[in-house]
């Protein structure tokens, strides 16, 4: 890189580098301006020939100046590179091609020939820039400084001018869209539909856009220069020229794929590139979010979906929890404008919903919707047929209850999804978000709660029955997805649900009556003696088969432990003890009572849920690692426990192969 281009022969740089003084003498600088008005005869000459040949001959110039000098150059030697070679002289190509041409031919030759082919020279400077090549060898600039120095600024001066046009071409881009919407809007007609339906969403719903359709399209020259600039993006020097171009025009997915083959490329690539290679390289964008979601998954973030109970917590900030959540905001950030890997994003949520069944991973895709509308990225959340009824869910998070309105607007959304359509799906992943779950159990309580009051059955209640329909269709969410049949709850007005929760209803009567009657002594004249506080079996067999009953049964004995309700827990705790896989299935049921155990105050309520139930859920070993972390087990205990029953398991295999010998010795002795 260092060797002096230009010069007739290596020999005589060979001398100059050999020069104690690093000063040409007065020989060497007469020679060399010999030399040069030498070369300048031979440029004049090689020219004029050129405009004779393209007065007599039709050809293109390009072909009259390849025949000239392949006329100059006839003497020389086989080592003389190919011409395709003369784009390609960097890197392994170029030293593969001189470690075969330094092993066939003279050493100084094959120097001499490939400084003469790949230099600058007059074809691609001018005269005045060769005079200032002998400068600057008088000044002991090398001329691996030199050619640096050009290709810097060459490299700037092109990547302004990509960079102009592609800005001439988004302005002509952007005139030509105004116009077109200028037409289209006075031509359109507005077609009046109910607010906030499914119907409405899926019309506001836009076509999937490739990010690469919205920059301007790469000409022919484009292309051309991507092209021939494409081979070398490996090249430190080089790179920026085709990432510029694929990140600010609209190029061949072709050129995209190539970088998804090669990490290290695409690593090193912006991230608006990166978009674009997920866009159409599937596995790439599932290797880039898959760390991210088990990072979540085993983050801490993940304890704020656990409990059922808010009431011993701060309430719930959904946009500050995002804001603060690293995993969304990274997901956000690599989905950027691009409603596509919007959709892959969904896609793997659910496809993992299905498969594992954890919640969470509804409660994300929540989260990532209602991101984008935080930050007001129209262009995404538009795309999702569930925003409004996503916001809407959002808003009672943050309130902790579901008023009048929001209702309503639940309701309408809910009742507009005709059978089968697959936004029903969506619908159920955003209710199965474990904190809409909360606050729509709460609402349906404090709903059973004014029948109470009311002196009404739970079946003439409108909002009842919208709530325990969106309980159920988030409950059984899962199982929807998997089966893919898509359809709301039926309304059951007078059916199985109803009646369960009338049935739930009467033992908040029976428990409120005793209230009354511990409370105010004068009441017992008028009430009588009541019987002794149990669950029905009629109650207890609802709620073994009514997922939404049992939903709000146990969120009622949370209610009760934050209230010190000692003796309703003493009556539910029976069946809390023989209904133990179907309490399980409701985590965070479990995971409530691990939260509040250490803050209960009354000791005998204390030692109920300690000893009673928590010790019945530690089986389930997920119950059991929580249970670890927050200090309700000592893990040295688990694990002296487990070596006794490993001997208890090993003494016992003992005696069994003990008993099936001496059944052998019989059979031989029979």
């Not at 390609?88 to 075969?100: C, K």
């Not at 309980?471 to 369960?500: C, D, H, Q, V, W």
Request: with cysteine; glycine share 4%; proline share 4%.
């Amino acid at each position: 890189a260092d060797a002096k281009q230009g010069e007739p022969t290596p020999a005589e740089s060979i001398e100059e580098s050999t020069n104690s003084s690093g000063v040409m003498s007065n020989e060497q600088v007469d020679v060399a301006v010999e030399e040069e008005e030498e070369e300048g005869e031979e440029e004049e000459e090689q020219k004029v020939k050129e405009e004779e040949a393209g007065e007599k001959d039709s050809e293109p110039a390009q072909v009259s100046k390849r025949r000239t000098c392949d006329d100059d150059n006839t003497d020389q030697t086989a080592t003389e590179p190919p011409k395709s070679y003369a784009q390609v002289m960097i890197g392994l190509l170029g030293a593969e091609f001189l470690r075969s041409a330094l092993s066939k031919g003279a050493p100084l030759q094959v120097i001499s020939e490939f400084q003469k082919q790949n230099r600058l020279n007059g074809n691609t400077i001018t005269d005045t820039s060769l005079l200032s090549f002998k400068l600057l060898d008088l000044h002991d600039q090398s001329r691996s400084t030199v050619h640096r120095s050009i290709l810097g600024r060459l490299r700037i001066e092109l990547l302004t001018a990509i960079r102009q046009l592609a800005q001439d071409q988004t302005a002509a881009r952007r005139v030509g869209s105004q116009r077109t919407h200028t037409v289209t809007s006075t031509s359109a007609t507005d077609t009046a539909e109910p607010v906030g339906t499914a119907k409405q969403e899926k019309k506001k719903k836009k076509s999937v856009v490739h990010l690469g359709d919205r920059l301007p399209k790469a000409t022919e020259e484009v292309l051309a220069l991507l092209t021939a600039s494409f081979p070398y993006i490996a090249f430190e020097e080089l790179q920026q020229i085709p990432i510029t171009i694929m990140e600010l025009f609209n190029v061949p997915a072709t050129y995209l794929l190539q970088l998804a083959t090669n990490n290290d490329l695409s690593h090193t690539c912006p991230l608006s590139i990166n978009q674009r290679i997920w866009e159409v390289h599937d596995d790439h964008f599932r290797r880039a979010v898959f760390p991210l979601l088990e990072e979540y998954l085993s983050s801490s973030e993940v304890s704020a979906f656990s409990p059922l109970w808010h009431e011993t917590q701060a309430k719930s900030q959904p946009k500050a929890r995002r804001r603060s959540s690293q995993t969304i905001q990274r997901l956000v950030e690599m989905v950027g404008q691009s409603s596509l890997l919007y959709g892959k994003i969904v896609h793997y949520l659910r496809t993992l919903y299905v498969s594992t069944k954890n919640p969470i991973f509804c409660a994300l895709r929540s989260d990532i919707l209602m991101a984008f509308h935080d930050i007001g990225l129209d262009a995404i959340y538009s795309t999702d047929t569930c925003h409004n009824i996503a916001w809407c869910l959002d808003a009672c998070i943050r309130d902790d209850k579901v008023d009048v309105r929001q209702i309503a607007e639940l309701r309408t959304y809910a009742l507009s999804l005709e059978a089968g359509d697959r936004v029903t799906g969506d619908l159920a992943m955003i209710v199965a978000n474990p904190l809409a779950m909360n606050v729509l159990t709460k609402a349906l309580y404090s709903s059973l709660e004014a029948c109470i009051e009311e002196k009404a059955l739970p079946s003439t209640n409108a909002d009842v029955d919208i709530l325990s329909r969106l309980i159920r269709l988030g409950l059984e969410s899962s199982m929807m997805l998997e089966r893919e049949s898509f359809k709301l709850p039926p309304s059951n007005l007078g059916g199985m649900m109803t009646r369960s929760l009338a049935a739930l209803t009467s033992f908040l009567v029976d428990v409120h009556l005793h209230e009354l009657v511990a409370q105010r002594p004068e009441a017992f004249e008028l009430i009588g003696e009541l019987p002794p506080l149990q669950l029905s079996k009629t109650l207890c067999l609802r709620l073994s088969n009514d997922l939404v009953a049992r939903k709000v049964f146990l969120y009622y004995l949370l209610s009760c432990i934050a209230e010190s309700k000692t003796f309703v827990i003493e009556v539910c705790t029976t069946y809390l003890q023989s209904s133990l896989n179907l309490v399980l299935g409701d985590l965070p049921f479990v995971q409530s009572l691990i939260e509040m155990v250490r803050g209960i105050q009354n000791h005998r309520l204390q030692s109920i849920v300690r000893h009673d139930l928590l010790s019945y859920y530690g089986a389930n070993p997920l119950i059991l690692e929580r249970m670890i972390k927050c200090g309700l087990v000592d893990e040295n205990t688990i694990s002296r426990d487990d070596d006794e029953i490993e001997d208890q398991d090993e003494e016992a295999m003992a005696t069994d192969d003990e008993g099936v010998h001496m059944h052998d010795a019989v059979n031989v002795v029979g």
